[in-house]
């Protein structure tokens, strides 16, 4: 690591990553976007993780979840640990497009889950919250008969207005802003670049190089080996 990048982790204050798949690849997680991704390899995955499949065809929304997102066994890694050792140090946030459950798993604070959380599972009848392992089990809740769902923004369903002011707030109090395994093409999510604090340094730490229209430093290497050098 560049001697100048652990200065500025070590001078922040106001750190806010910005996260996507590539944090939780090394925890077994696969990168749905990749190569051999989830949404390369099925060309309908995008429609089957719809609002608009849940509701026309619940029980193959249920199967296609079960089979191709939850991965219970899954470990935070160092990633998920050196972020969060900053947030609780109260000198981070982080804002993730994963759905995975690590970030939580790992004791982050200052957390948007800014996609939600597929071990947050709730009755779209009564709405009561069920244990994940519940739903695993039935897609049924057992108390009323309503259809369960994980509280995750499914493609047709508008991010939380929480989740957007707390992360629109977190960036603008940034003072370095850490891209990590993340391609930022996804909006609404690319578009918190924006609202970035106008003096806060950006770092992109990915292995496809990246491309913005401001001034930011590029480290393409895997973020594993990053954040195993970096110094909280």
């Not at 499949?53 to 929304?61: E, L, R």
């Not at 947050?120 to 108390?143: F, M, P, S």
């Not at 770092?203 to 110094?231: C, P, R, S, Y």
Request: hydrophobic fraction near 40%; proline fraction near 3%; aromatic fraction near 12%.
């Amino acid at each position: 690591m560049e001697p100048q990048i652990q200065t500025q982790f070590d001078q922040a204050k106001h750190i806010v990553f910005l996260t996507g798949a590539g944090v939780s690849t090394a925890s077994g997680i696969p990168d749905f976007r990749s190569a051999n991704g989830l949404y390369t390899q099925n060309k309908n995955a995008e429609y089957y993780l719809s609002h608009a499949y849940f509701a026309s065809d619940p029980v193959g929304f249920y199967q296609f979840c079960k089979q191709n997102l939850y991965f219970p066994d899954a470990k935070p890694n160092v990633i998920h640990e050196k972020q969060a050792a900053l947030t609780n140090a109260g000198r981070g946030a982080v804002i993730t497009q994963n759905i995975d459950n690590l970030y939580e798993a790992a004791h982050t604070t200052n957390l948007v889950d800014f996609h939600g959380n597929l071990f947050n599972v709730y009755c779209t009848k009564c709405g009561q919250t069920v244990d994940w392992h519940e739903y695993l089990a039935n897609r049924i809740h057992q108390n009323c008969g309503g259809a369960l769902r994980p509280d995750v923004v499914l493609y047709d369903e508008g991010i939380k207005l929480d989740s957007i002011s707390r992360a629109i707030n977190y960036m603008a109090q940034a003072d370095l802003v850490v891209i990590v395994g993340s391609s930022m093409r996804v909006y609404p999510f690319a578009g918190l670049l924006d609202y970035r604090n106008p003096q806060a340094k950006v770092i992109a730490i990915n292995q496809e190089k990246l491309q913005f229209g401001f001034k930011f430093e590029m480290v393409q290497e895997d973020a594993v080996h990053f954040f195993n050098e970096l110094t909280v």
